[in-house]
């Protein structure tokens, strides 16, 4: 069984950074195309970037140019760097694999408030 496993989450300030790790056990990695997604209170989840088993990437309008995914698959972990936080980015954050049925882990809590 998929196992996904979300830290690094915490309270920032606008403007701050934080990363955002991601552990999957249970699957082959390399493979998969890796995404990080969000869901604020009272919205549905939406997917904030995500990088291909080959290294490319693609990210949400609202998050270009402050947040980077990247990933190693030796260490089967994905990452979230997210620089320039603003109120709005305050959600709860998932890492998952697109285009599978993988179950979602726990999230981690993202908090930008001054």
């Known amino acids: 069984q998929v196992q996904l496993v979300e830290s690094g989450g915490g309270l920032a300030q606008p403007g701050g950074s934080l990363r955002l790790s991601c552990v999957v056990s249970g699957s082959s990695f390399s493979d998969y195309t890796m995404g990080w997604y969000r869901q604020a209170p009272d919205k549905q989840r939406e997917l904030v970037a995500f990088i291909r088993s080959g290294g490319s990437t693609n990210y949400a309008d609202s998050v270009k140019g402050r947040f980077t995914i990247s990933r190693d698959n030796v260490k089967k972990m994905v990452y979230l760097q997210m620089n320039g936080l603003k109120p709005e980015d305050t959600a709860v954050y998932y890492c998952?694999?697109?285009?599978?049925?993988?179950?979602w882990g726990q999230g981690t809590q993202v908090t930008v408030s001054s």
């Open positions: 998952n694999a697109l285009y599978v049925n993988w179950s």
